[in-house]
């Protein structure tokens, strides 16, 4: 598992490259935790730098992971960062922003798939044929702790929380940020968010073992994992009180009106959990929604920006 300590020093170890996001209101809504903001765009760099410097030793030969793009994009940043060598298997429809800035960052590209499950076997098996160390998207003790940070980061900026929303996906976050919340504000809510479409935290948890999808449509592409991981499966068990589920409309609203209200560019991935909140009409002042990714589309930022 993973302990409040785990993550105190991954917040040490990876201090020095990445950014303590703000949190930042929006008008009739929750607060904002803007990870849209951080290095790369995206929570993900947390995770990817704490594992990669916790096991400095095994990357020197090279790094390779599986990603719908963002973690992608933070490990091909954290290789560059640290003069590694880097391969990212991304999925076959992949966000073209977000390839470009992977094979911007100096890693190679390779295109395989459309479901995590089937990136991450792929990755896994190039890591034993090149000899390179596999740096897991989330299901990772490291990588959990990396993210929980962000949570830490709530807690200090604001107190009085009382409720956080999570998107999630395969559960990295989540896991990391209830963690820290759960260890300092025991009495606050932690809610995950899910796409209507690929609830498979959702549906595990009323069936009392990980269940496996057979399809991830949505357009949050950041979310399509059909399974929880293994690790996060236990630890959003003893951490997250509830999952709920937002369609692709809600969300691209929440979309548009983070760009338009909010002033903020956001993925559809990265606005599940202010859709979550903002249709449940919550009146808390002291909730929270964690924006995980800016990494948007620009043509689907122009269309929602102009309404059509």
Known sequence: MVSLGDIQAARERIAPYVIRTPLHP???GPLLKLESLQVTGAFKA???FNHVLALEERCRGGIVTASSG???KAVAYVAKTLGLRAVVVVPDDVVTAKAEAITGFGAELIR???YSEERVAHAQELATRRRLHYV???DDPLIVAGQGTAGLEIVEQHPEVTAVFVPVSGGGLISGVATAIKALRPTARVVGVEPAAVPRFARSRAAGKPVVLERADTIADGLRVLTPGRLTWEIVGRHVDEFTAVSDEATLAAVRQ???DGKVVVEPSG???VAAALSMRTRDVHAVA????GNADPQLVARLFIGV
């Open 26 to 28: 929006l008008t009739a």
């Open 46 to 48: 947390r995770g990817a």
């Open 70 to 72: 963002n973690h992608g």
């Open 112 to 114: 395989y798939g459309l």
């Open 136 to 138: 897991p998207p989330y």
């Open 258 to 260: 983070l760009l338009i």
């Open 271 to 273: 606005a599940v959990a």
């Open 290 to 293: 964690v924006v995980s990714g």
